[in-house]
């Protein structure tokens, strides 16, 4: 297996190739190292590499490697979040990427003794396998989380369809993006909305060319589970 040192280095430099022909600076992108199909020593690595921020998909994952790491780097928390298990992970995490309904909100806005930021999680693509709010329940959402302290709209997530035509891709995170703007100018308090979740291993160079923030890579960093 290569190292994520190795992977790191050239994700690194295809980050830098996006910003330039974006006119962006590669500082204001986040890699977040998924780690939910490797073991905690992987993970490790990845923090030695240089890595701040991990995402795990599911609450068992996460709670396994945060006993060990701790608040070594940020946990993002990425995956479909059942509400009973959000009193497990709530003290953990940084960053919840998959706030999709009012009573996951309300359930994180109780269990938590602090902000939370929360990225809503968008379905772009209209896919039905797809988790999310379509783009057009999103403003009348947000709005509905007016009242609950410890919920921060820090930004929106969206995974992209499992495709190879680009203009489709291009066409999904500009829609996000065009959304977050459209959020933003609705200038709610708790709903600032700066950060855009979007790409990963296959498609984080053209997520970067629209605007991304945070990109989730996993396969091209950490590898997968052998
Ligand atoms: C697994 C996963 C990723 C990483 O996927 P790769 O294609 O391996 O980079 C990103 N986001 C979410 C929500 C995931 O579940």
Redesign the pocket.
């Known amino acids: 297996m290569r190292k994520v040192t190795e992977n790191l280095q050239d994700i690194k430099e295809e980050i830098t190739s996006a910003c330039k022909r974006a006119h962006r600076n590669p500082e204001d992108i986040k890699v977040i190292a998924?780690t939910?199909?490797v073991p905690v020593e992987r993970a490790s690595e990845a923090i030695q590499a240089g890595i701040l921020d991990l995402?795990e998909?599911r609450e068992e994952g996460l709670t396994a490697k945060w006993e060990v790491l701790r608040d070594k780097p940020n946990w993002h928390f990425?995956?479909s979040l059942q509400t009973r298990k959000v009193k497990n992970i709530i003290d953990k995490v940084d960053y919840i990427?998959s706030l999709d309904r009012l009573s996951l909100a309300q359930e994180i806005d109780k269990r938590a003794d602090r902000k939370i930021k929360c990225l809503v999680q968008v379905n772009v693509s209209g896919e039905e396998s797809k988790h999310g709010l379509t783009p057009e329940e999103v403003p009348g959402f947000i709005h509905e989380l007016k009242g609950l302290p410890n919920i921060e709209v820090a930004g929106l997530m969206t995974?992209a369809p499992l495709t190879d035509d680009q203009q489709l891709l291009h066409k999904c995170f500009r829609r996000l993006n065009d959304l977050k703007n459209e959020i933003q100018n609705m200038k709610l308090d708790y709903a600032p909305c700066t950060e855009l979740s979007m790409g990963?291993?296959?498609d984080y160079s053209i997520a970067i060319e629209e605007g991304a923030t945070m990109v989730?890579?996993?396969?091209?960093?950490v590898g997968?589970e052998e």
């Open positions: 998924v939910k199909y995402g998909n990425i995956g990427h995974m990963m291993s296959n989730r890579i996993g396969t091209a960093l997968e």
